[in-house]
T-cell receptor
């Protein structure tokens, strides 16, 4: 069964801290791994990773994929209260008969206190 | 403005009633998706459509139905057969089958 596991499920930090969120997966026919940020309603797209070892970066956020060990990390440096959100990891894999689809992890609830 | 719209934002339904959630996109995306999110959980795939007039079941399709008669629209019907329909429903679309998915604002359905 295809599985995506995120850890920790919940994390509370102080402003200025650096955090690392983890996502491990077990899927057949892996295609890519995606990270989303969900504040109140719609998840917003952060990164899509397809190759191992290539860091994707956007401001204080960065992410990397390890296809050998089947995991990805999302780093947030110098956290701000606006980073408080649920961070979702999703893995895309090929279906045998009907294209590809995403499977999501449970998410990590990050709270950044002032 | 290009984007994905969902309506209504909040929906209340009595047990035994069917309801239809709207999802429209003007991004010219081929693929569209419906997810369900329960408190403290990730997103679970209900149905998806890679092209007009074609759709596939996701992991939790029982009690739901969809149609894809137009590229821009992918309505979801929650039928009375869905045993626990109270949840947050998210619609998404993507330009390519393997591109990132972009989400609408969601509909919160409550069954009274």
């Amino acid at each position: 069964e295809d599985k995506v596991v995120q850890s920790p499920l919940s994390l509370v930090v102080h402003e200025g801290d650096t955090v690392t969120l983890n996502c491990s997966y077990e899927v057949t026919n892996f295609r890519s791994l995606l990270w989303y940020k969900q504040e109140k309603k719609a998840p917003t797209f952060l990164f899509m990773l397809t190759s191992s070892g290539i860091e994707k970066k956007s401001g204080r956020l960065s992410s990397i994929l390890d296809k050998k060990e089947l995991f990805s990390i999302l780093n947030i440096t110098a956290t701000q209260t606006g980073d408080s959100a649920i961070y979702l990891c999703a893995v895309r894999f090929l279906m045998e008969t009907s294209g590809s689809r995403l499977t999501f992890g449970e998410g990590t609830q990050l709270t950044v206190n002032p | 403005d290009g984007g994905i719209t969902q309506s209504p934002k909040y929906l209340f339904r009595k047990e035994g009633q069917n309801v239809t959630l709207s999802c429209e996109q003007n991004l010219n995306h081929d693929a569209m998706y419906w997810y369900r999110q329960d408190p403290g959980q990730g997103l679970r795939l209900i149905y998806y459509s890679q092209i007009v007039n074609d759709f596939q079941k996701g992991d939790i399709a029982e009690g739901y139905s969809v149609s894809r008669e137009k590229k821009e629209s992918f309505p979801l019907t929650v039928t009375s057969a869905q045993k626990n329909p109270t949840a947050f429903y998210l619609c998404a679309s993507s330009r390519e089958r393997e591109g990132p998915q972009f989400f609408g604002p969601g509909t919160r359905l409550t069954v009274l």
